[in-house]
């Protein structure tokens, strides 16, 4: 799938304990901006975002996602940040945005330009909407187990 | 009622990755449907302006104002693909009222 291309094993963080989902944002997005792929401030400008205008999304089977991602003046080029959690973090639905959603997957994404990533968006889409492959996701403990599950 | 093409603004955060992914969704499902569709995507604080120039529907993944003037649908399906039937059936009803 698309989505192997833009993952990096250093921005990839699997069966993560503890923690909040700032703790997770900060995480994924400071291995994002040591990789070059974001700019400084990725991390603040997707927290305040996180806060605004949330991404937790409830999906078909027992694992929750969110999607954290801000504006394309933060990112330098595209990526995807991938965490695992072993217990689930709080984050907020996106349409409702008062509600919790309880969240053991995270898929960051730093977007460059607008429309230029459709087919990475669509296949984590498509991740999203594959119950068996997120519990595939869900139990890798290795990077490429993560790479071999998206194949 | 005008010819041509139904206009969907599509709303989301930040106009770019959310929306982008509901675009394509719909662009495809309407077209299995025989609708011919074009969208536009939007933040969601763009949307009470931009919907003003004339749009069929509204699309949206995130909150947005409800007194719009044209129909609204909140959805997250076409992320998530839990309802995403019912949500190409509610667009496709929605467009042709």
Redesign the interface.
């Known amino acids: 799938m698309e989505i192997s291309k833009y993952l990096h094993p250093e921005a990839t963080i699997l069966q993560m304990d503890g923690g909040n989902s700032e703790d997770v944002i900060r995480g994924l997005g400071d291995k994002l901006f040591s990789l070059g792929h974001v700019k400084d401030d990725f991390v603040d400008a997707t927290l305040q ?1 996180e806060a605004n ?1 949330p ?1 937790g ?4 089977g027992s694992i929750n996602a969110a ?1 954290p ?4 003046e933060f990112v330098n080029s595209p990526a995807l940040g991938l965490a695992t959690l072993k217990e689930p973090v709080t984050f907020y639905n ?2 409702e ?1 008062e509600t919790e959603v309880p969240v053991r997957l995270v898929i960051m ?1 730093a ?1 460059d330009q ?2 230029s ?2 087919e990475m ?2 296949s ?2 498509q991740v ?2 594959n119950t068996a492959l997120v519990n595939q996701l869900m139990e890798a403990t290795s990077f490429e187990e993560v790479i071999s599950a998206l194949k | 009622m005008t010819n041509g093409p139904k206009r969907i603004l599509v709303a989301c ?6 929306s ?2 509901v675009a ?2 719909i662009i495809e499902a309407m077209k299995e449907k025989g609708i011919e569709v074009t969208t536009r ?1 939007c933040k ?1 604080t763009e949307v009470s302006t931009l919907v003003k120039e004339g749009f069929d529907l509204v699309v949206t ?3 947005v104002p409800d007194d719009l003037g044209v129909p609204v649908i ?3 399906a ?5 309802g995403k039937e019912e949500a190409i059936e509610e667009i496709a009803q929605a467009l042709q009222t």
């Open positions: 975002r205008m991404t999304l409830p999906l078909e999607i991602h801000v504006d394309i996106m349409v945005t994404l977007l607008p429309k990533q459709v968006l669509r984590v889409a999203l909407q | 955060g930040t106009a770019i990755a959310t982008t992914v394509q969704a995507q969601a993944t995130t909150p909140q959805t997250l076409f992320l998530t693909g839990m």
